[in-house]
């Protein structure tokens, strides 16, 4: 089995067949896919505890699986996007 080791070795296919042929005989090098990951450049978290009404954290919950995320990451994300909402892009706050 030969080991793809760049994006650009993985040619253009014509159709479902030609690709699940290419893929029989090939594979990924996992230093290729973990490469591709994407990594904030955040350095530390801290861990919190917020309540929640058990009815609204089951409607994030929802949200969140309707989306295919993880409900907390999601949370994080709507949180960063209000602050910079909120702050207008400045950082001086």
Known sequence: ?????TWSDIP???DEKEEA?????HSLDPR???N???????????TITLRFDPRMLARIKRIARARYLNYQSMMKQWLSERL????????DL
């Open 36 to 46: 591709s990951l994407h990594k904030p450049n955040v350095r530390e978290s801290t």
């Open 84 to 91: 910079e909402q909120e702050l207008g892009g400045r950082n």
């Open 12 to 14: 253009d296919f014509e």
């Open 21 to 25: 042929e290419f893929w029989s005989a």
């Open 1 to 5: 089995m030969k080991t793809i080791h």
């Open 32 to 34: 290729l896919m973990n």
